[in-house]
């Protein structure tokens, strides 16, 4: 049997090649891609989520997946409906999510694991939503560094992109490259398997369940074909010429400045230079000069254009004609704009984008200035107003900081925690804004608003738990102020820290969310996979019908009290939510005849 890293690479090597896959349907009956697909989605914060049947990760075991390989090798696995709820958006509207089984979620993590080796390396480099070691920061990266000079922005976004995939054209999508047809058949019925919504069946006539670890791969491989026609058909007609035209204008300054300077006419020569740099030195209307570009971060996509605003509505068209046509999807008209680069800003993954004009010689600080203006035309990112005054609102009262009652029932380590991660999230993500230091605002409204809960509830003032909590720290751009607490543990362990601020709030042209290292949850995975395979209960010591005991969270085991039972002390002790268990103890666990 081979292991999960070799099939997953050999599909990555056909993938890369442009091979079609014949044979991934027969991929699902190793066990070790349920494995390694048990290790990533087990502690997701969604997986002890209950479907329609009330099944969870708890109880999983090596026999439920030889169970599962056998359903499947026979053609009798059936996705369930998904049960259906319903989350508020930021419009005030509210938006879908399908809630899976637990066994569908397992079979459909495998499903994606499989399509996105195969997939991923034949996705468009414009494509940055929903795959491996890409993300909002590299979408935005490649507008910043690599847009330089746009005159347009085309902001497309796809009216309910998820609900809306046309079933019969996803599959031919899949065909084109999977030449499977059980694989198809069980894709298919993923899709028509419908959902549950007051308990009544409903069918799903298009549209892939938000929510279901397969629905993310799925959009791609669907909007891979509007990122195939954006590259093969708009950028090759609007994008011309390797340079624009000299401004004859700016050539007669220049032989005006060249016959002052031999006339030995100083005064005239400053007069010139001076109209010189209020002047562009290329033709910005050069008809010879076109210029496209284009990135996509799920179903949202920007186009930068260089050319007249006729042209940009003529792709604006193109683009909604394609997408109705072969997609069967439609941009939505509230969202979907033409904004002019330098007079307004597009709004693309909640930063503001701009095109910079600034007739200064150069923009770095550092070294001797270069003599031309290397601002001009350069793409900036900016943090927009409304974005910081949103985050600002849930801390604040009467147009001031105020106190949040609801965290007064945790200890000072868990309210500082609390803030602190809520605010680093937001700066780390807002750190390619060339004004960042704007977030300065959030930090003193958060900052207050956290003094003001920790006085409340010690009764004290804010002034004391800043004298109390307040500390210095060395960071890359020097010491910096913030709120720290600590708690001090047995001898030979680290101290826990909590702390909030202590981030300098300087622009990072390379800035990666580093709040949560992404690597941590491989090896927890394989760690609880090694536990699960040596067949051994780590209550009783037997080694007969092994299964996981799996909780929500930690703070779960608190309801047993000072006299917790042995497995809660036990998963207590080692800060684990999984415990590998035989069948009489999880049995006991349940009834509470366990110890």
């Known amino acids: 049997m081979q292991s999960a890293d070799t099939v997953l690479g050999v599909l990555r090597e056909r993938g890369r090649r442009n091979l079609p896959c014949n044979e991934l349907y027969r991929q699902m009956f190793n066990p070790q891609l349920y494995l390694m697909a048990y290790g990533r989605i087990y502690s997701n914060k969604g997986a002890m989520t209950p479907g329609i049947t009330g099944e969870t990760p ?4 090596l026999a439920k997946i030889g169970r599962i390989i056998d359903a499947l090798r026979h053609e009798r696995f059936r996705f369930k409906p998904v049960k259906r709820t319903f989350i508020p958006k930021k419009n005030g509207k509210r938006r879908a999510l399908g809630l899976p089984s637990w066994t569908d979620k397992l079979v459909g993590e495998v499903m994606r694991l499989l399509l996105e080796a195969f997939y991923d390396p034949q996705f468009s480099n414009h494509s940055h939503g929903f795959r491996p070691r890409r993300g909002c920061h590299t979408a935005l990266s490649d507008v910043a560094n690599t847009w330089t000079g746009t005159t347009w922005f085309i902001e497309g976004d796809i009216a309910q992109c998820f609900d809306s995939l046309d079933h019969q054209v996803m599959l031919e999508a899949l065909g084109e490259k999977i030449h499977d047809n059980r694989f198809l058949r069980l894709v298919r019925n993923m899709l028509k398997a419908g959902y549950l919504e007051d308990w009544k069946w409903n069918a799903t006539l298009s549209g892939a369940p938000q929510g ?20 093969t058909a708009l950028m090759p007609e609007y994008t011309r010429g390797k340079l624009r035209a000299r401004n004859p204008e700016y050539r007669r300054v220049e032989a005006a400045i060249q016959r002052a300077r031999e006339r030995g006419d100083r005064a005239k020569v400053r007069q010139l230079r001076s109209r010189l740099h209020s002047l562009p030195s290329q033709d910005m209307s050069d008809p010879g000069y076109r210029r496209l570009r284009y990135v996509r971060y799920a179903d949202d996509t920007l186009i930068g254009f260089t050319g007249p605003k006729a042209e940009a509505e003529e792709i604006k068209q193109r683009l909604a004609q394609f997408l109705y046509d072969d997609l069967k999807l439609e941009l939505s008209r509230e969202k979907t704009l033409i904004t002019h680069a330098k007079t307004g800003a597009a709004r693309f993954l909640g930063y503001d984008i701009t095109v910079r004009r600034d007739d200064r010689r150069s923009e770095p600080k550092k070294g001797p200035r270069r003599q031309r203006r290397s601002v001009n035309g350069k793409v900036r990112l900016r943090v927009p107003n409304d974005v910081i005054k949103a985050h600002c609102a849930p801390y604040m009262a009467r147009g001031k900081p105020a106190r949040m009652p609801a965290m007064l029932r945790y200890d000072d380590y868990t309210i500082v925690n609390i803030y602190g991660a809520m605010y680093r999230g937001i700066v780390n993500y807002y750190l390619l804004a060339s004004d960042v230091f704007r977030l300065n605002r ?6 207050s608003s956290l003094l003001c809960s920790l006085a ?8 004391k738990m800043a004298r109390k909590y307040k500390v210095t720290i060395d960071t890359p751009a020097g010491p910096r102020k913030c709120l720290q607490v600590s708690i001090t543990r047995r001898a030979g362990r680290n101290p826990l820290v909590a702390r ?9 042209k390379r800035a990666t969310l580093i709040d949560r290292n992404p690597t941590q949850r491989q090896p927890r995975g394989r760690e609880l996979v090694r536990r699960l395979l040596a067949r051994l209960c780590e209550l009783c010591g037997r080694a007969e019908d092994i299964q996981v005991h799996q909780i929500r969270k930690l703070a779960d085991l608190d309801r047993h009290g000072q006299e917790q039972p042995d497995w809660a002390a036990l998963m ?11 069948g009489s103890c999880h049995a006991g666990i349940h009834d509470g005849r366990a110890d």
């Not at 207590?572 to 035989?582: D, F, P, S, Y």
């Open 58 to 61: 708890d109880g999983m075991s």
């Open 212 to 231: 279901g670890v397969l629905s993310p791969i799925l959009s791609n491989i669907y909007l891979h074909r509007l990122d195939t026609f954006v590259e």
């Open 442 to 447: 959030l930090h003193w409204v958060m900052q």
């Open 456 to 463: 409340n509830k010690h009764r004290s003032s804010m002034s």
């Open 500 to 508: 909030f601020g202590g981030i300098p709030l300087k622009r990072q």
């Open 572 to 582: 207590a002790r080692k800060r684990r939510k999984t415990l590998v268990v035989c």
